[in-house]
């Protein structure tokens, strides 16, 4: 227990060593900028592509299998070194408001790709919809997803907990981040992020928090401190967020979503209390203090809770999942746009 409280004050709780290699095939480019937070983690791939069985697994410095959703610290440590240098000092309102963010979905693609957070070690997979794996419309004029789509490790939407400000439960996740920065990220990607607001999205009946944050190295995050700076350097986005969010369920024939506040997208105060509040919530599940129902809590590195396991375990669990595909699943809703008007 006293490990395991060590671990959550901190938002570390252990120490890395050397940078070692993170990168998946399609993210290998030279000259991409720095990627300071993802030399901390590795991702390995198994399965094929857009098929149901593909995962995408994390390691850490020591080569260990880790679970992106417990094991990758909630909050970063700006006292620690990156890449063998040491960081300078920020200034305390951002170093308090520097998270580590799990991207799934790159901008501009469509396939659903989310933490498996029914599975052992939370792997990255492709959502499955109708037997297929999912691909998220394009409506017009957008293609795929517009930000970098993700998640904060280390919190969870409660699902039997309803949020004292929309009067609805979680939705049983990690909270989502929509990274607004200028970069085109990779699936399996930590970086670190700033916090500039927060939307509550009602996804039937449920309270389905997006952050809006900026990556920490993008060559414009010094400009962002809050949410107006979003309406005052990139006008318009916020705006199509709210008809992204709005529509893009309609075309599987789902209602259009809602939202709490009328839409009002919240500050960064806001939204770090919201932050505090979902990493509670993780706390509570990581020690059975709440029901978790089949949420998967399996870990390396919270050496307090009931759900830790030893590296050797977490390796058996990794290399017991299959790792071959019949066929390559292929689906063209990625190519077609779809024109939703009044």
């Not at 240098?85 to 799990?102: G, H, Q």
């Not at 024939?253 to 932050?275: C, R």
Request: proline share 6%.
């Amino acid at each position: 227990m006293r490990a395991l409280l060590s671990l959550l004050r901190t938002g570390s709780g252990w120490r890395v060593g050397a940078p070692a290699a993170a990168r998946l095939p399609q993210a290998t480019s030279a000259g991409s900028g720095p990627r300071r937070a993802m030399a901390l983690y590795r991702t390995e791939e198994r399965g094929q592509l857009h098929s149901q069985d593909y995962r995408i697994f994390f390691k850490n410095v020591a080569g260990h299998y880790i679970s992106p959703f417990h094991d990758i610290p909630l909050k970063v440590d700006s006292k620690k070194e990156e890449n063998g240098i040491p960081t300078k000092k920020a200034r305390n309102d951002e170093s308090e408001n520097l998270f580590n963010m799990v991207v799934e979905i790159p901008r501009w693609t469509n396939a659903k790709m989310e933490i498996a957070t029914q599975e052992p070690l939370n792997p990255i997979k492709q959502d499955v919809k109708d037997g297929k794996p999912r691909f998220t419309p394009n409506i017009f004029p957008y293609k795929g997803f517009i930000w970098n789509y993700g998640a904060l490790p280390q919190t969870w939407e409660d699902p039997h907990q309803k949020d004292k400000s929309t009067n609805c439960c979680g939705d049983n996740d990690p909270i989502d981040v929509c990274e607004i920065g200028s970069k085109v990220l990779s699936p399996g990607e930590v970086i670190h992020v700033k916090i500039l607001g927060i939307l509550a999205l009602i996804d039937e009946g449920e309270t389905d928090w997006k952050l809006i944050a900026i990556n920490a190295n993008d060559p414009e995050a010094s400009k962002f401190h809050d949410i107006d700076d979003v309406r005052k350097f990139k006008p318009g986005y916020l705006e199509a967020t709210i008809n992204w969010l709005t529509y893009y369920k309609v075309p599987e024939g789902k209602p259009e979503n809602k939202f709490a506040f009328n839409g009002e997208f919240k500050n960064k105060a806001f939204a770090l209390e919201v932050i505090k509040s979902t990493h509670e919530c993780w706390k509570a599940m990581l020690m059975k203090k709440c029901d978790r129902g089949a949420i998967n809590c399996t870990n390396v590195q919270v050496c307090g809770s009931p759900f830790h396991c030893t590296p050797e375990k977490a390796r058996s669990l990794v290399e017991s999942v299959l790792t071959s595909s019949s066929n390559k699943e292929s689906n063209i809703d990625d190519q077609v746009w779809h024109f939703l008007g009044k």
